[in-house]
């Protein structure tokens, strides 16, 4: 019926790994839907690291104004640590950020969070990891999945537009995503079991975590210590999975307390001010073309017309060009004033970017510290 009235049917949302193969092929305005969907998340989890509000938000400006400048310079996610999940790379930006702009202001930090940089920003130890390099075995999509339904407990809808799958089948897919988790993690136990029988009984454990043991695997348990830690960390893998992956792959977590923070904080009703800017500068350099109609083309000579139709560069690709050109001038005048800084003594400014004029401190180059994990 739809058809027949002319109107078309609603269209499934672009997933995170869609809109990013956009935004580097020149789609820039579709950046805007990344920043709808993550922007919570962010700007929560600055508040967990940051003292205030204000701070709070100029890390989640200067992380979203980082994606998008690498985006443009074409990197992509396939490097990082975990190239299937969009979310862990934006809340580690979050942290590094964070450490990076402020560690000479430590009253900028939250109190945990500080005392944690204080500490060495240490991943912490209380398992041996095996957990982290399961996760990082799993295909993209099986990342994602567990990240936003397990961890962050995200909305079956929010979850079906990240990953790009249809609402319904979002449930199903989390329970996949769960066992093909378990595993791993058992695939992990199997490659350092070095007798036959012991393989033999994790596998056969792994196919029913939840059941009891058969007796004669319960005999082989009774007898072998090894294999009944393995069978403890398994069948406990399912409830503890909100509590022990998110520390394991950020090591800075806050758990409720950002859970709570993210529930609260609404959509943003309007795109981020670069993201404004740039898109400004982009259609003032978009040249108007004139009409294939219109008289004045009708009476092109034909050896002009012949030179007009030479290809050139697009408005786009010119304003693109621009604004990574102006982030290297950017990086060198900052290096040079650093420099500068060195030689000659000189008071100390006030904090934050007051003496910029609005919003152009976001498309500076931002210059990062990572925090390294296990």
Known sequence: ??????????????????????????????????????????????????????????????????????????????????????????LGNVRTTAITSWHQEPEALSPDFRDWVAAGSRWPWGEDGQLALAFERLPANTQRLLWHSVVERDTPALTARITGLAPHAVPSACDQARSALCQARTDLYLERLERQDCRDAIRRLALRPEAPPYEELADHLRACAACVSVYKDVTRLDRQLEAQLPVRLLGWWTSEQYLRAKAAIPLPLSEPPFLARLLERIRAD??????????????????????????????????????????????????????????????????GPSHDSEGEWLLRPLHRRSVSGP
């Open 1 to 90: 019926m739809q058809l027949l009235l002319g109107l078309r049917p609603p269209q499934q949302p672009l997933s995170d790994a869609a809109l990013m193969l956009a935004i580097r092929k020149g789609e820039i305005e579709t950046f805007r839907h990344l920043y709808r969907r993550h922007y919570a998340a962010v700007q929560a989890y600055a508040s967990q690291c940051m003292a205030g509000p204000l701070h709070a938000q100029e890390v989640t400006a200067r992380v979203f104004a980082g994606l998008l400048q690498q985006m443009l310079a074409g990197e992509s996610l396939a490097e990082r640590r975990h190239p299937g999940c969009l979310r862990p790379h934006l």
């Open 286 to 351: 978009v040249p108007s073309e004139p009409s294939d109609a219109s008289p004045a083309t009708a009476a092109t000579a034909p050896g002009r017309h012949r030179r007009e139709k030479r290809p050139r560069r697009s408005g786009a690709a010119v304003a693109i060009g621009g604004f990574l050109a102006g982030v290297g001038v950017g990086m060198l005048l900052l290096t040079a004033c650093e420099e500068q800084r060195g030689q000659q003594p000189h008071a100390r400014p006030a904090s």
